[in-house]
């Protein structure tokens, strides 16, 4: 099956679905699994990423799936990306790339037809941005 995977979590509720589907692919594989949060950042010239208050919440969160995994007996990595925002999918493929990873899972916020169309999907942009498999979890 995958024996590396990616999964690309957020604060959505979704991000716990995506959780246990990843928990059972990689169970069946015996598989490794890296975990991640992108944060997207607006720039401020001359200042760089504009900080934000999420970055101990976005850390504790992945942390917290690595655990899980862990107890389910999956080997898991934490990573947590700062991007400047509108480059989450970018970073989702690069880093899938960077590790060779046989899939990336990730969760859909359901957004309808319109919102979507207007406000755009990382799970969209990223289906069509990479060359491997992607298992989207509503």
């Not at 949060?37 to 799936?65: C, F, M, N, S, Y």
């Not at 960077?98 to 755009?120: F, K, Y």
């Amino acid at each position: 099956m995958y024996e590396k995977v990616l999964v690309a979590i957020d604060h959505s509720a979704a991000s716990d679905r995506v959780l246990a589907a990843v928990k059972e692919l990689a169970g069946l594989s015996k598989g490794e699994v890296w975990v991640l949060h992108v944060r997207e950042r607006e720039v401020i010239p001359r200042l760089g990423l504009v900080p934000t208050e999420e970055a101990t919440e976005a850390e504790d969160k992945v942390k917290a799936a690595v655990s899980a995994l862990a107890e389910a007996g999956v080997t898991a990595h934490a990573e947590v990306a700062d991007v400047v925002f509108g480059q989450a999918a970018r970073e989702i493929v690069d880093l899938a790339k960077q590790h060779d990873v046989g899939i990336i899972v990730m969760g859909s916020r359901g957004r309808s037809d319109l919102a979507g169309l207007v406000l755009g999907s990382t799970a969209h942009k990223v289906i069509h941005l990479t060359d491997r498999p992607v298992l989207v979890v509503r």
